[in-house]
């Protein structure tokens, strides 16, 4: 079938008009942007696609943990800032060490920051959380604090943290 018959047989349809001009060498330029955009188009799609599945859903794990893996958790996370806290002491400035600590310290029992977290994760709006993000949301909770913006922020700040690598 040639390019002349092919044009008169889908003369008219909705979606074929523009294929002889594609098939065509009178108009390469053309030709050349449709492959372009059909390209972009297919690299856009996939990645949309991939970001979506590989996003890390916080709250969805932290429920399928019990609540000895939480405390475990929240037991390193503590020894985790204790031993940073304790490593940079002597390079901070006497003024800073007080409102670094105020600011990086739990202050309350792990149980009731676990039980805390546990109940802010309930809520699907707060699954993409990070741990680390929620551990002081939690703890501000504790402390009678209006957590709303920050978990405002946490959900737009950590919203876009893929999944670790296995």
Known sequence: MTKEELH?????????????????RKKPMLRCWFWFALIVLCVLAATNTSAQKDLFSYGREWNVWSNGSRSIYLAGFVDGQ???????YNDLPPERREPLRLQTFMFYEPDAIRDV???LYSDPANTYIRYDSMVYIARD????????????????KDRGYARPPK
């Open 141 to 156: 909770k504790l402390s009678g604090k209006d957590i709303e913006p920050l978990l405002r922020s946490a959900r737009e």
């Open 117 to 119: 977290m546990t109940n």
């Open 8 to 24: 008169d047989k889908v003369k008219g349809e909705v979606g074929f008009t523009i294929l002889p001009l594609l098939l065509g």
């Open 82 to 88: 204790s031993n940073t806290y304790l490593a940079v």
